[in-house]
């Protein structure tokens, strides 16, 4: 069975950090009073953050019949095809498709512009209902958010053009399949955030990013970006826009490990955005930096599988290793940036789906 009645909630929260000391340095009361509030903040939307994270739960189970184990996971990856955008002349039937819809004339200059919005699921909205008699209702909700504070390096490998909207990441990659369902909610109202646009990139399964030939050496400056060599790959780069309960979804595979880091995926939240005619986007600026990584359990288990364990690197740098202590500095306060992970079917070859949710400051602006 995929779920169990121990499930617990995981929200991960990134700590606010300098893109070297990865610590935002507070120089006045003022601005330690503000940070500390902002921590504090994220509390009080627990209890429907717990049930927004039930019904999503409970929404993979009505879609993807998971009460038996799944034979054929392309059943699932149908429901989430990458959607190929064609010329300008098709604008509006693009952008219908798109969760947020088409893009209104209100919107400045063909920028996608998010706002708070009533037409979302939140704890008393009747349409949102959870049935608290689902299996799911009994799991305990552990108190790890994600606040989009500044901010957890980019890092290195960081296309700031031409990452494609798509929800299917993978193209010709192999590795074990990875479901991602990323939700992103308001900190200061609770309320689910529609149309934000959750872009995504990560390692293959030896360690290798789209448009690298080869992976930065560990002792170097990882927050440094390297200049790009092949303009042609995007494999495992996305995004996609959160829909009205506020999350976006994602097929791809399992990240790889490369030399110094933890196995890790990098995410960027932008509200506001402009759609290029190649299905692209360009976005000046953007609410959060993160990075999301995996019990180690997962990995160890996903090291002896092909073709992760044909990684050139020869070992993997444990979560406790991390460099710049990227992974155990997530983790003052007590919060933590690790997916929540299932297994799609009965083993865990058959793939797996990570639940982790995000809350944003929806005034916060920095630059992408």
């Not at 992103?184 to 360690?207: F, R, S």
């Not at 932008?270 to 190649?278: C, G, P, Q, R, S």
């Amino acid at each position: 069975m995929l779920l169990d009645s121990k499930i617990v909630m995981l929200i991960a929260l990134i700590l606010a950090q300098q893109l070297i000391a990865h610590q935002i340095e507070l120089k006045t009361p003022e601005e330690v009073k503000a940070y500390e509030e902002q921590q504090r903040s994220i509390h009080h939307c627990f209890p429907i953050i717990e049930e927004q994270l039930i019904e999503r739960k409970s929404s993979w189970l009505r879609l993807n019949s998971f009460d038996s184990d799944l034979q054929n996971l392309g059943s699932v990856l149908k429901k989430y095809e990458t959607l190929n955008w064609g010329s300008s002349s098709e604008s509006e039937s693009r952008e219908s498709q798109l969760p947020f819809g088409t893009i209104k004339s209100t919107d400045k200059d063909g920028v996608h512009l998010v706002k708070r919005d009533s037409d979302t699921c939140v704890g008393s909205n009747l349409d949102c209902q959870v049935d608290r008699s689902s299996k799911f209702s009994n799991h305990k909700l552990r108190n790890h958010s994600c606040v989009l504070s500044p901010f957890v390096t980019s890092g290195p490998y960081y296309h700031r053009s031409e990452h494609p909207i798509r929800q299917n990441l993978a193209e010709w990659q192999d590795g074990l399949p990875l479901l991602m369902d990323i939700g992103v909610i308001d900190v200061e109202t609770c309320e689910p955030i529609k149309g934000a646009l959750v872009d995504i990139w990560h390692a293959n399964a030896t360690g290798f990013y789209a448009g690298y030939p080869e992976t930065k050496k560990a002792l170097e400056d990882i927050t440094v970006p390297i200049p790009r060599t092949n303009y042609n790959d995007r494999w495992l780069r996305g995004a996609w826009p959160t829909n009205s309960n506020g999350v976006a979804q994602f097929t791809s595979i399992f990240p790889g490990f490369y030399t110094g880091r933890a196995t890790h995926v990098h995410a960027k939240v932008h509200l506001n955005f402009k759609i290029n005619n190649d299905s692209t986007f360009d976005s000046a600026y953007v609410q959060y930096v993160g990075q999301f990584f995996f019990d180690e359990e997962i990995n160890f288990s996903v090291d002896q599988m092909s073709p992760y364990r044909f990684n050139p690197s020869e070992n993997r740098t444990l979560n406790s290793k991390d460099s710049l202590n990227i992974f155990s500095d997530s983790f003052k306060n007590f919060y933590n940036p690790i997916f929540e992970i299932e297994k799609i079917g009965s083993v865990i070859s058959q793939g797996l789906i990570g639940f982790i949710t995000v809350g944003i400051n929806m005034t916060a602006k920095h630059p992408n």
